[in-house]
């Protein structure tokens, strides 16, 4: 079986239920992935690890494996509501890196979410055997017939894309959040050309990481106008995003972390200029569209 996901919230920063979004979906961001040793992985706990959960019920007992990227609300916010985290025959192996201002490992997800002034379960009421898997950036790990190499990308806090390899070659990279990195002195400063060789070497690196990927995942949070507004706040363009699929020769670019802002006809007008504006590319383009599963291969 050929490595598959589905997308379960496509939202960035706040759920957008309603009318206006019911075609791409108002859930924060959550990925499904099935691999070809048929394991369950989660990218991210946004809101719509809720509407997931719910198809795993009369399920026994379940194994789940959930990948944050990092801990802003809207990748984590679903957590406590992943039902599967209630029964004590259920495992669940939670993944991430090491805060470095806190220095704690991803097991504050919960901790942090799981007080009593803002949730009716405590932590000692979550009943499965819950593991803890604190990642280091660049150090591959193996899920089933999956290796998950996680690499630290531009954002206001520590974030991990992660790049997901099967062993039947399929392959997909997802962002979490992902701004380009740029160079905050002009090009005359004395500091331009060392931060400038530190961006390049990084770039490199995130590059190599994405590398020929099936499917490319990316924040792609605003059209160029609304980044001259928004630089520095952690997201990617649309643009950037079709550029960066250019670059490492990603087969399939998902644009994702859709503003709450947007309704899905003002989604699919934006889309529709991105696309034009881009001219010929030899990759396929979607919008992530909740509920919407991708088979690789
Ligand atoms: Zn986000
Ligand atoms: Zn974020």
Not at 215 to 225: F, G, M, N, R, W
Request: charged fraction near 20%; charge should be negative.
């Amino acid at each position: 079986m050929a490595m598959k996901f589905k997308f379960w919230g496509v939202r960035g920063s706040i759920p957008t239920p309603g009318p206006r979004t019911v075609k791409y979906g108002g859930n924060t961001t959550c990925i499904e992935v099935n691999n070809a040793s048929n394991d369950l992985l989660i990218l991210d706990a946004g809101t719509g690890i809720f509407a997931l959960a719910q198809t795993l019920s009369g399920q026994s007992p379940i194994v789940a494996h959930i990948v944050i990227t990092h801990t802003h609300w809207d990748h984590i916010q679903g957590l406590p509501f992943f039902l599967p985290l209630l029964s004590p025959q259920n495992q669940i192996h939670l993944y991430g890196g090491l805060d470095p201002v806190t220095q704690l490992g991803i097991e504050r997800a919960l901790t942090v979410q799981l007080q009593y002034s803002y949730f009716p379960i405590i932590e000692a009421q979550v009943k499965a055997r819950v593991h803890y898997h604190t990642l280091r950036p660049g150090e591959p790990i193996q899920i089933g017939s999956t290796t998950i190499t996680p690499i630290v990308l531009n954002h206001p806090v520590l974030n991990f894309g992660y790049r997901l390899e099967d062993s039947d070659g399929s392959s997909l990279f997802f962002t979490g959040d992902y701004e380009t990195p740029s160079n905050p002195y002009s090009a005359d400063d004395p500091d331009y050309a060392s931060n400038q060789q530190f961006i390049d070497a990084k770039l490199f690196e995130v590059h190599a990481t994405m590398q020929g990927v099936d499917a490319l995942i990316v924040d792609s949070s605003y059209t160029d106008a609304e980044y001259a507004k928004k630089a520095g706040w952690g997201h990617n363009t649309y643009g950037g995003a079709l550029e960066l699929a250019r670059q490492v020769h990603a087969k399939k670019l998902f644009l994702t972390h859709h503003e709450p802002t947007r309704d899905d006809r003002e989604l699919e007008t934006i889309f529709q200029n991105v696309l034009t504006k881009a001219g010929a590319v030899d990759f396929e383009v979607y919008l992530a569209r909740e509920g919407i599963e991708h088979i690789l291969r």
